[in-house]
């Protein structure tokens, strides 16, 4: 074949391939029945595992490499867990081995599997499935250290009222440590609750309760459950935020120093609507300087403002993206940047920056950070009539990175109902994307990976991996973000080209995601330098490059 007609013969299949992967990439059988619900979890490795629900209540999954396409890695046909599952309910699973996939039950009776683990193929992990001494519904997981999983619930039922549950299971199914304690506080099974890592191997979990000796109406509590199983904020959940009217629809990220950052749907404020409120809390469960003591708006704007989801800036900070209907009851989506000490930065007020404001509804939306102080936002469009899934970066700047159009950009606009998003990031500046796609029937789970070439795409490490990456160079300071699995002290250095070391700093684990800040003595050249950190014989690096 003459070479001329080889390259367009070449160009031509590169373009079908990126045309046939421009709006995702079925990752799921085909079966006889829809699949919903995706869920999409970081492998560390720069892949992700995406699980998902069919018709009957079955759990599959399949690994996709940082292309969003599947490649065989650990993942397994449909098959039927050992507990109930609600067709309505988001997944809740998670990955605390490479080789371990965690799903809990929606909804457990006392004595009934709760948890079950399965390898790649469908095989169930010995040891599993765990069975707790303890009813449950809508329960939280979070990933420990060491392949551990914790679990967080609550339940209010005729028998114990309101009690709060935790547990946390070994990797080889082994309760570790759980906890059925008596909640003074009450609650209710329609506010679900949320929570994340306390950065050492524990979790933190906020949720609303009805404060019926104070305003008599729906306030927030907090708890802790450490990574040995004790409970520092006490065996009580610890009322946090009170204000009148309810307070609900909480979520939750922590703030990379032990800490947690949560935002909810607040309608406090008469004559409002309602709005979105945050509050940052440390380790010891104290509301951090700077913030108001039962929280502070990040959105306090007229009309209605609902479904607050949140994300990490890396540096202490949170992004907020929510629902807001002050211009067009449809629904828009405006976002606001809210920084460690509580204030925003430069070009952002209580009134939000305009994530996408296309005519029709636009909801579902989920963020993952994108490595670099920024995030990713994606949702569930109808500008076009038609349910599609659109997507926005913005970078850590507050402004939408360059070549992204003010609106988002679809991922997808195939016929049908695509719906039902889910987003992890897995490098940075990379996101896979998965959603509900009703293109044919019966649906399926499609997936995509998003790519932003103005950030640099740098696998991101999961929890239990010894990790530094770069988010931030100046000339004068470096700002990391550091996960240390082990306990013990580390150092962590900037060095440049030649070896020489620009700036030092002791830390000690086990730390995870947590935000640090190298300075150096004298102002870095701009040029290129490397941040390494070393725990006992393990050590990780990344490049550093420092613009004028």
């Not at 897995?426 to 896979?432: E, N, P, T």
């Not at 684990?509 to 393990?538: D, I, K, M």
């Amino acid at each position: 074949m003459p070479a001329r007609r080889l390259l367009l013969v070449l160009l031509l299949a590169a373009v079908a391939t990126r045309s046939a992967r421009a709006d995702g990439v079925p990752v799921g059988p085909v079966l006889t029945e829809d699949e919903s619900r995706p869920a999409v979890i970081p492998d560390g490795h720069g892949g992700a595992i995406v699980s998902y629900k069919t018709a009957s209540l079955r759990v599959g999954a399949v690994h996709v490499n940082a292309s969003g396409a599947p490649d065989g890695g650990l993942g397994f046909a449909p098959s039927t867990m050992p507990f109930p599952l609600d067709a309505t309910d988001p997944l809740r699973v998670a990955l605390p081995t490479d080789t371990q996939f965690v799903v809990a039950s929606d909804r457990a009776t006392a004595t009934s599997p709760v948890l079950t683990s399965l390898r790649t193929g469908g095989s169930v992990t010995t040891g599993f499935p765990v069975s707790l001494a303890m009813p449950y519904r809508d329960p939280a997981l979070v990933a420990g250290l060491g392949g551990r999983t914790l679990i967080v619930s609550k339940n209010d039922d005729a028998t114990t009222f309101w009690t709060l549950r935790a547990a946390i299971i070994r990797a080889n199914g082994q309760v570790e440590s759980s906890v059925q304690l008596p909640s003074g506080v009450q609650f209710f099974d329609a506010d679900a609750l949320d929570a994340t890592t306390d950065g050492a191997g524990g979790l933190i979990a906020v949720f609303p309760y009805y404060d019926v000796n104070g305003s008599g109406s729906k306030d927030l509590a907090v708890f802790r459950y450490t990574a040995s199983g004790t409970r520092p904020w006490g065996d009580v959940p610890r009322p946090i935020v009170f204000a009148s009217q309810d307070q609900t629809d909480p979520h939750i990220v922590p703030d990379g120093k032990g800490g947690v950052l949560f935002a909810w749907t607040d309608p406090r404020t008469y004559g409002n609507g309602s709005d979105i409120y945050a509050l940052h809390i440390d380790r010891d469960a104290q509301r951090v300087a700077g913030w108001d003591y039962y929280g502070q708006p990040v959105c306090d704007a007229l009309g209605e403002q609902s479904q607050p989801r949140i994300t990490v800036d890396g540096f202490g900070g949170a992004w907020v993206v929510w629902k807001d209907q002050r211009s067009d009851t449809a629904g828009d989506l405006r976002y606001s940047h809210v920084l460690a000490d509580g204030t925003f930065p430069p070009g952002f007020t209580s009134s939000g920056l305009e994530l996408v404001t296309a005519p029709g509804v636009q909801a579902e939306a989920q963020l993952a950070p994108d490595g670099a102080g920024g995030f990713f936002a994606v949702w569930r469009d109808e500008r076009s009539g038609n349910a599609d899934i659109y997507a926005q970066h913005v970078l850590a700047t507050g402004m939408v990175s360059t070549g992204w159009t003010a609106n988002g950009r679809s991922l997808t606009t195939a016929a049908g109902t695509q719906e039902q998003p889910s987003i992890a990031n897995v490098g940075i500046g990379k996101v896979i994307v998965a959603w509900r796609d009703a293109r044919t029937s019966p649906s399926r789970i499609y997936a995509l990976s998003v790519v932003d070439a103005a950030t640099t795409g740098v696998p991101v490490a999961g929890a239990g991996t010894l990790r530094i990456s770069a988010a931030i160079s100046k000339p004068d300071q470096v700002r990391l973000q550091l996960s240390l699995p082990a306990a013990g002290p580390a150092r962590v250095e900037l060095v440049d080209v030649s070896g020489r070391r620009r700036a030092s700093l002791a830390c000690s684990g086990p730390l995870q995601g947590a935000a640090l800040t190298l300075r150096p003595a004298s102002r870095l050249e701009p040029g290129r330098y490397f941040a390494r950190v070393s725990q006992g014989g393990a050590s990780a690096s990344a490049g550093v490059t420092v613009l004028r």
